[in-house]
C-alpha cells in the first residue's frame, strides 16, 4: 500500500469483500501465502505446509556403470499424456490432507497455455522404459534458476520402485541444467532439487544425496465456520479413529478457544453431532488451544506434543482427550501444488 493510504483498514475492507463472496459460493475455508504474521489480522493462521525443497550437487549425481545404459527415459509430455499425467497427480494427492484439484483445462493450460518467458511456467514431462511403457511424470523448472533445476512434481506408478526411478530423474535434471549453462557462460550448473514439500517417497530413497535442505513456510489458513468443517471432514476423522487404538469410541471431547469452544459427540466410532460450546472458568473443557492455534493441528501442520511445547497454555487432560485427538489430528504435513 503506498505510504500516504495505509492504517486506513483498506486491506480489510478488501478481506471483507472477498470473504464474502466466499460464503456465497459455499466455502469452507479460505487460504492465502504471503509475508509473516500479517494475514493474521484477518483471521487466519499458518497451518498447512508451504515448500520445502531437498538439494543436491554434483557429487551426489549417481552415475552409470560402464556400459550401463539408462533405465528410464524422460520425455517432454503432450497432450496426449495429459489423462495418465492427472491420474498419478491424484495418486499422490492421497498423500495429503490437502491437495489442490487439477481439472482437464488446468492441465492443458500447464502444458501449453503459457508463454516461454513466464516465470510461472513448469515443463511437464513424461518418465518412460526404454521400451516407451509410460510409468511415471515430472513438472520442473523450464530453464536455469539461480544455479538450480527443480522438480517440482514428482509421482510415479503404484508397483514400480522409487528407488530404481529417482537416479534417472535426477541424470535428467543434471542434463538439462547443464546443457542450458553451456547455452549462457553467465550461469552455471550448480545443483539439483526437489521442491515436494516437507516429505517425499523421493526424500525417503535419495536421503543422502540430498545434503541441503531448505525448510517449508505455511500457507495462511481461514475456516470462518470451525464445526462445520468438521462435520463436512467427519469421513475421515471416522476412519482415523477406526484405524487407531480407539476404534469404536464413544463419548464427548470439548475443546475450548477459551473466549468460544466447540464440541464433538462420538457414538461407537461415528462422529454424531458437533456444535459450538462455550467454557468457562468453571467449565474448561477437556482441551484448550489458544487463539487459532487448533488449526495447525486440524490440519496436520503440527503434532499435539509440538504444539504443547511451543504454547504453555496449549493443553489436553486426562488419558482420553490425548489420545483421542492425536488420532482424530495426526501430524501430515500437506503439498499443494498451486495453480499459477
Not at 512434481?153 to 529417482?166: D, F, H, N, Q, R
Not at 471432514?233 to 477406526?242: C, F, G, H, K, Y
Request: glycine share 8%.
Amino acid at each position: 500500500t503506498h505510504p500516504d493510504y495505509r492504517n486506513r483498514g483498506l486491506i480489510r475492507a478488501q478481506f471483507d469483500v472477498i470473504h464474502g463472496w466466499s460464503a456465497e459460493r459455499g466455502e469452507r475455508m479460505q487460504a492465502i501465502t504471503g509475508i509473516p504474521w500479517f494475514y493474521r489480522q484477518f483471521g487466519y493462521e499458518m497451518a498447512i505446509t508451504l515448500g520445502g525443497r531437498r538439494m543436491g550437487y554434483k557429487p551426489q549425481v549417481p552415475k552409470l556403470k560402464d556400459g550401463e545404459s539408462e533405465p528410464y527415459c524422460i520425455r517432454p509430455a503432450t497432450e496426449a499424456d495429459l489423462p495418465f499425467i492427472a491420474q498419478l497427480y491424484e495418486q499422490g494427492a492421497t498423500r495429503y490432507p490437502v491437495a489442490c484439484l487439477w481439472d482437464e483445462t488446468l492441465w492443458r493450460y500447464e502444458l501449453a497455455g503459457k508463454t516461454e518467458k513466464s516465470y510461472d511456467r513448469r515443463a511437464l514431462a513424461v518418465i518412460e522404459t526404454p521400451q516407451g511403457s509410460p510409468v511415471g511424470f515430472l513438472a520442473h523448472s523450464p530453464r536455469l534458476r539461480d544455479g538450480h533445476v527443480s522438480a517440482e512434481t514428482y509421482e510415479i506408478k503404484p508397483g514400480v520402485s522409487w528407488l530404481a526411478v529417482t537416479p534417472s530423474v535426477v541424470r535428467y535434471l543434471w542434463a538439462l541444467g547443464e546443457g542450458w549453462a553451456a547455452q549462457d557462460p553467465k550461469r552455471e550448473m550448480e545443483r539439483f532439487a526437489f521442491w515436494l514439500g516437507a516429505e517425499h517417497p523421493a526424500y525417503q530413497v535419495f536421503d543422502k544425496r540430498l545434503p541441503h535442505t531448505i525448510e517449508p513456510y505455511a500457507w495462511f489458513v481461514r475456516v470462518p465456520d470451525l464445526p462445520g468443517f468438521v462435520r463436512h471432514v467427519a469421513p475421515v476423522l471416522e476412519q482415523r479413529l477406526e484405524d487407531s487404538v480407539l476404534a469404536g469410541h464413544s463419548g464427548a471431547l470439548k475443546i475450548s478457544f477459551y473466549r468460544s469452544g466447540m464440541r464433538l459427540a462420538f457414538e461407537g466410532g461415528r462422529l454424531v453431532d458437533v456444535e459450538p460450546w462455550q467454557p468457562t472458568p468453571e467449565q474448561d473443557g477437556d482441551a484448550g488451544f489458544p487463539d487459532l492455534t487448533f488449526l495447525q493441528l486440524l490440519f496436520g501442520y503440527r503434532s499435539m506434543d509440538e504444539l504443547d511445547h511451543a504454547f504453555a497454555d496449549c493443553w489436553a487432560s486426562g488419558d482420553r482427550a490425548r489420545p483421542l485427538l492425536e488420532a482424530l489430528f495426526p501430524k501430515c504435513p500437506s503439498d499443494v501444488w498451486p495453480i499459477s
